[in-house]
């Protein structure tokens, strides 16, 4: 019951996608810096930023983990120590302050001839020594524009020098610190991306002083040192909250980049107020033409963090000039824009498409970060591209060495969840990805899995790798992890020893914590790879008895399949689980109830037989479909081979399992042959089964067998014989695999030998046992002088045919069964199968 899970293992809130937890972690609270409440959480993050938190990127939000509410900033007032010794100036002063602001910015003489990084640093310096914070300001942020920010630059004993000059000059006495001074050094430092305790503490200092002067800062004062403090994950909330109020209050004032770079501050730092966002979403409307490309992706990417309320009018406006100036973006952006409108479930088609053409044009710009949150959003939204991914496909395997593990996982994720199955492109992810598993987090290591899982490839080393992984860090996968992982593994069937006693281990030790849809889905893995742990099992019994209601249909099925299989019936679990599939009936696919039906029918005590009527109900459908297409040995006149396989193919039913197939084969009017025909039967397939084997070199392969006993009576001939076609289970692998040379579905190539196969899903088609062994029958009559084209001859022979099967034969061999019957009217056509192979 290898049934794919009907929501992607990794379905966050509102989309199949990542959910979107705030930049700096935590929990819910109120922007108030007077407020005692805040002090334990304000020293928690002022702890995270003092111990280097490094910015954190989208791809990093594409984790399998539970949704975190966003902080919520509310707007608060500005009191306490307003009139102390370090507090804002009093409201006669403000005007006079303004100019003085003006008068000051208006006096900048930086020397332009200086360049290098040691020169940069010594004037700096030389401004610092002087007292002149403006001009030292104005030197970082022209050595922010070079390329010597960074790691080397923390560790240069100059830079470090000037760090301690400016810590000195901004806790000098009496010092008069002006706005742009403030907010041009939080901008400088946050551009520098330098972590290290000492910007921790000038950072610190900045806030204290701007937080009393904050309603003499301009817009681009306010944008500037938000920006700065949010660059560095630096949350500062009491200075956060005065700016907020602040921005509201000169909103109008704002420009498109101020605009955008406040949003992007305030939703990095997981910050919302219902009031903030409704000035800057209603602002960004109404300048929304005068936006460039990066703010344009800012501000979407500010939505995206903010989430609900949605503001669906403010994204279509960003839609619709992305498309005026999709010229002007670069790769960043331009993935960045479609990263958030796939984060927030828009599914915008003529911005996809027109990204998707840019993106053709210019992949060889694009990282590898960037491929990885276009090639997440075309998925996350169900755009299946496929031009598109196959461009983006070639691109990452040229330039996967070195591609972090957090993009490898989301690429894996992005091509599965659009069911384009790449194989070299997931050989490539695994070879990248199993030097670096012991770096890979639960939720990449679980998106891994489940990625390799959908596309069918078993990559027996990257599991096992990453079996071990999990088996040693059980502990800190959540239970979402533990289950899709789980899931992956007994999808692909394998086995592996250490990961499954360690599962074992934790869940009997943490069995209350599990719900029922977990402790369901262990249980199939279990049994899908034979793996029997007897008292867990038995101990999550009662549990998942008592949530049944919890469970889906189709882990109902599977729950009930695997403890089948196990061979541990429960009376109590089955009749649990029959009840709720009674009360979930209609919500039951034909092959799902299939299966659960063949899984209950052996356990006593159970209402199956409620089940057996709706199940027959179901056969009764794909009966009468059958019966009104053939009639006669052709096809109806107006039906195509492609209309009659896209409607057999409508019934989503593989096969009628054991319990469904007599049901179906009755309502055909196709009865069971005599006992002492499976008696005879069954010594000749074996011996033509052996035969097979040994000439194949397959000896150790087990074989299924179709073997028909012939009399009949034809142009005053006899015939009596037999057929046995013995077909290698690797034949319905290959069929899994989905062999390239295989004819499509339904097409005419399909008719053969008179009958009319389906390639199914996971089916043979033609290559199935029973098909093979018919079309033979009809080889042999067809050799007494019976004309092939004529109705009348094939209706002129007379005798029986019986027919056993050691498998169930799926619906595409029943319809041959019927086409038969309709060729030879004359003929008794009798049938039965008995799963297992002819060895058994």
Same mark, same amino acid.
């Given at each position: 019951?290898?049934?794919?899970?009907?929501?992607?293992?990794? *379905?966050?809130?509102?989309?199949?996608?990542?959910?979107?937890?705030?930049?700096?972690?935590?929990?819910?609270?109120?922007?108030?810096?007077?407020?005692?409440?805040?002090?334990?959480?304000?020293?928690?993050?002022?702890?995270?930023?003092?111990?280097?938190?490094?910015?954190?990127?989208?791809?990093?939000?594409?984790?399998?983990?539970?949704?975190?509410?966003?902080?919520?900033?509310?707007?608060?007032?500005?009191?306490?120590?307003?009139?102390?010794?370090?507090?804002?100036?009093?409201?006669? *002063?403000?005007?006079?302050?303004?100019?003085?602001?003006?008068?000051?910015?208006?006096?900048?003489?930086?020397?332009?001839?200086?360049?290098?990084?040691?020169?940069?640093?010594?004037?700096?310096?030389?401004?610092?020594?002087?007292?002149?914070?403006?001009?030292?300001?104005?030197?970082?942020?022209?050595?922010?524009?070079?390329?010597?920010?960074?790691?080397?630059?923390?560790?240069?004993?100059?830079?470090?020098?000037?760090?301690?000059?400016?810590?000195?000059?901004?806790?000098?006495?009496?010092?008069?610190?002006?706005?742009?001074?403030?907010?041009?050094?939080?901008? =400088?430092?946050?551009?520098?991306?330098?972590?290290?305790?000492? #910007?921790?503490?000038?950072?610190?200092?900045?806030?204290?002083?701007?937080?009393?002067?904050?309603?003499?800062?301009?817009?681009?004062?306010?944008?500037?040192?938000?920006?700065?403090?949010?660059?560095?994950?630096?949350?500062?909330?009491?200075?956060?909250?005065?700016?907020?109020?602040?921005?509201?209050?000169?909103?109008?004032?704002? +420009?498109?980049?101020?605009?955008?770079?406040?949003?992007?501050?305030?939703?990095?730092?997981?910050?919302?107020?219902?009031?903030?966002?409704?000035?800057?979403?209603?602002?960004?409307?109404?300048?929304?033409?005068?936006?460039?490309?990066?703010?344009?992706?800012?501000?979407?990417?500010?939505?995206?963090?903010?989430?609900?309320?949605?503001?669906? +009018?403010?994204?279509?406006?960003?839609? #619709?000039?992305?498309?005026?100036?999709?010229?002007?973006?670069?790769? =960043?952006?331009?993935?960045?824009?479609?990263?958030?409108?796939?984060?927030?479930?828009?599914?915008?088609?003529?911005?996809?498409?027109?990204?998707?053409?840019?993106? &053709?044009?210019?992949?060889? $710009?694009?990282?590898?970060?960037?491929?990885?949150?276009?090639?997440?959003?075309?998925?996350?939204?169900?755009?299946?591209?496929?031009?598109?991914?196959?461009?983006?496909?070639?691109?990452?395997?040229?330039?996967?060495?070195?591609?972090?593990?957090?993009?490898?996982?989301?690429?894996?994720?992005?091509?599965?969840?659009?069911?384009?199955?790449?194989?070299?492109?997931?050989?490539?992810?695994?070879?990248?990805?199993?030097?670096?598993?012991?770096?890979?987090?639960?939720?990449?290591?679980?998106?891994?899995?489940?990625?390799?899982?959908?596309?069918?490839?078993?990559?027996?080393?990257?599991?096992?790798?990453?079996?071990?992984?999990? &088996?040693?860090?059980?502990?800190?996968?959540?239970?979402?992890?533990?289950?899709?992982?789980?899931?992956?593994?007994?999808?692909?069937?394998?086995?592996?020893?250490?990961?499954?006693?360690?599962?074992?281990?934790?869940?009997?030790?943490?069995?209350?914590? !599990?719900?029922?849809?977990?402790?369901?889905? !262990?249980?199939?893995?279990?049994?899908?790879?034979?793996?029997?742990?007897?008292?867990?099992?038995?101990?999550?019994?009662?549990?998942?008895?008592?949530?049944?209601?919890?469970?889906?249909?189709?882990?109902?099925?599977?729950?009930?399949?695997?403890?089948?299989?196990?061979?541990?019936?429960?009376?109590?679990?089955?009749?649990?689980?029959?009840?709720?599939?009674?009360?979930?009936?209609?919500?039951?696919?034909?092959?799902?109830?299939?299966?659960?039906? +063949?899984?209950?029918?052996?356990?006593?005590?159970?209402?199956?037989?409620?089940?057996?009527?709706?199940?027959?109900?179901?056969?009764?459908?794909?009966?009468?479909?059958?019966?009104?297409?053939?009639?006669?040995?052709?096809?109806?006149?107006?039906?195509?081979?492609?209309?009659?396989?896209?409607?057999?193919? @409508? !019934?989503?039913?593989?096969?009628?399992?054991?319990?469904?197939?007599?049901?179906?084969?009755? $309502?055909?009017?196709?009865?069971?042959?005599?006992?002492?025909?499976?008696?005879?039967?069954?010594?000749?397939?074996?011996? =033509?089964?052996?035969?097979?084997?040994?000439?194949?070199?397959?000896?150790?392969? *087990?074989?299924?067998?179709?073997?028909?006993?012939?009399?009949?009576? =034809?142009?005053?001939?006899?015939?009596?014989?037999?057929?046995?076609?013995?077909?290698?289970?690797? @034949? *319905?692998?290959?069929?899994?695999?989905?062999? &390239?040379?295989?004819?499509?579905?339904?097409?005419?190539?399909?008719?053969?030998?008179?009958?009319?196969?389906?390639?199914?899903?996971?089916? @043979?088609?033609?290559?199935?046992?029973?098909?093979?062994?018919? &079309?033979?029958?009809?080889?042999?009559? !067809?050799?007494?002088?019976?004309?092939?084209?004529?109705?009348?001859?094939?209706?002129? #022979?007379?005798?029986?045919?019986?027919?056993?099967?050691?498998?169930?034969?799926?619906?595409?061999?029943?319809?041959?069964?019927?086409?038969?019957?309709?060729?030879?009217?004359?003929?008794?056509?009798?049938?039965?199968?008995?799963?297992?192979?002819?060895?058994?």
């Amino acid at each position: 019951l290898a049934h794919v899970p009907s929501t992607n293992p990794f *379905r966050f809130p509102n989309s199949c996608g990542p959910c979107k937890p705030s930049a700096m972690g935590g929990r819910d609270f109120y922007m108030d810096g007077g407020d005692h409440r805040n002090r334990r959480h304000n020293k928690n993050a002022m702890r995270n930023s003092q111990r280097g938190v490094q910015r954190q990127q989208p791809h990093e939000r594409h984790q399998p983990h539970e949704r975190q509410q966003p902080h919520i900033a509310q707007l608060s007032t500005r009191d306490g120590g307003m009139n102390s010794a370090r507090g804002r100036p009093h409201l006669e *002063r403000e005007a006079a302050l303004r100019s003085e602001v003006s008068a000051q910015h208006g006096t900048l003489t930086v020397n332009d001839s200086i360049a290098g990084e040691h020169e940069f640093l010594e004037e700096s310096s030389r401004y610092l020594a002087s007292g002149d914070l403006a001009n030292a300001a104005k030197i970082m942020l022209r050595l922010s524009r070079t390329d010597h920010a960074g790691k080397k630059l923390i560790k240069n004993p100059k830079f470090r020098e000037t760090l301690a000059l400016l810590h000195k000059e901004l806790h000098t006495e009496n010092r008069q610190i002006w706005p742009r001074e403030l907010a041009d050094l939080a901008f =400088a430092l946050g551009k520098l991306q330098l972590h290290d305790n000492n #910007v921790n503490e000038l950072l610190k200092r900045i806030a204290e002083i701007a937080r009393y002067q904050v309603d003499l800062f301009t817009p681009r004062d306010l944008a500037g040192i938000v920006w700065g403090f949010a660059s560095l994950c630096h949350r500062n909330d009491s200075l956060m909250s005065v700016v907020a109020a602040e921005v509201v209050n000169k909103i109008s004032g704002f +420009d498109q980049r101020q605009l955008s770079n406040t949003a992007w501050a305030f939703a990095k730092c997981g910050l919302w107020n219902e009031q903030l966002v409704k000035s800057i979403t209603g602002e960004c409307m109404t300048k929304i033409e005068t936006f460039s490309a990066q703010s344009l992706s800012h501000i979407a990417w500010a939505m995206a963090h903010w989430g609900a309320p949605r503001r669906d +009018d403010l994204m279509d406006a960003i839609a #619709v000039e992305l498309q005026k100036k999709i010229s002007e973006f670069m790769p =960043a952006p331009l993935a960045m824009i479609a990263w958030s409108f796939a984060s927030l479930q828009l599914k915008n088609i003529p911005l996809m498409n027109a990204i998707s053409s840019e993106a &053709a044009s210019k992949v060889r $710009q694009f990282r590898m970060q960037d491929l990885a949150h276009l090639a997440w959003a075309f998925a996350n939204v169900r755009i299946r591209d496929q031009a598109l991914f196959n461009i983006l496909a070639d691109e990452i395997q040229r330039n996967i060495a070195g591609t972090q593990p957090a993009e490898l996982a989301n690429i894996a994720w992005a091509f599965s969840k659009n069911n384009f199955s790449h194989e070299p492109l997931m050989l490539a992810i695994a070879s990248e990805a199993i030097p670096q598993i012991h770096d890979l987090k639960p939720a990449e290591l679980a998106m891994l899995t489940w990625a390799f899982a959908i596309a069918g490839q078993p990559h027996k080393q990257l599991m096992m790798e990453i079996g071990s992984q999990v &088996a040693s860090r059980i502990e800190k996968c959540s239970t979402p992890q533990l289950s899709h992982i789980t899931w992956a593994f007994g999808a692909l069937s394998i086995r592996h020893g250490d990961f499954l006693q360690s599962l074992a281990k934790h869940v009997h030790a943490n069995v209350g914590k !599990f719900r029922a849809q977990s402790l369901a889905g !262990f249980v199939w893995t279990f049994a899908m790879v034979r793996f029997c742990d007897e008292p867990l099992l038995r101990r999550v019994i009662p549990e998942i008895a008592r949530d049944t209601a919890d469970l889906r249909p189709v882990v109902l099925a599977r729950c009930a399949w695997a403890y089948r299989v196990l061979g541990l019936l429960s009376s109590e679990l089955m009749a649990a689980l029959v009840l709720e599939a009674l009360n979930k009936i209609d919500a039951f696919s034909t092959q799902v109830l299939v299966k659960l039906v +063949d899984s209950v029918s052996i356990c006593p005590g159970t209402k199956h037989a409620v089940l057996e009527t709706a199940l027959e109900k179901r056969m009764a459908d794909v009966a009468n479909f059958l019966k009104e297409t053939w009639k006669t040995a052709e096809l109806p006149a107006g039906v195509s081979v492609h209309d009659y396989s896209t409607k057999l193919l @409508s !019934f989503g039913l593989g096969d009628g399992g054991i319990i469904g197939t007599p049901l179906l084969l009755a $309502q055909l009017g196709i009865e069971l042959p005599s006992k002492s025909f499976v008696q005879r039967c069954r010594p000749k397939a074996w011996m =033509a089964c052996k035969e097979e084997a040994t000439k194949s070199h397959l000896e150790n392969d *087990r074989k299924k067998a179709t073997v028909a006993e012939v009399c009949v009576t =034809a142009m005053d001939r006899n015939l009596h014989d037999w057929v046995v076609r013995c077909v290698s289970t690797g @034949s *319905r692998a290959a069929a899994d695999r989905g062999d &390239a040379s295989r004819k499509p579905e339904g097409s005419q190539e399909e008719f053969s030998q008179g009958f009319l196969a389906v390639a199914l899903p996971g089916r @043979s088609g033609r290559e199935d046992a029973v098909f093979l062994a018919l &079309a033979d029958v009809c080889t042999r009559i !067809f050799e007494l002088g019976v004309d092939p084209g004529s109705p009348t001859a094939c209706a002129g #022979v007379h005798g029986s045919v019986q027919v056993l099967s050691t498998a169930v034969p799926d619906v595409s061999s029943v319809s041959v069964l019927r086409q038969f019957t309709a060729r030879f009217p004359g003929v008794t056509l009798e049938f039965a199968e008995m799963a297992g192979a002819i060895s058994d």
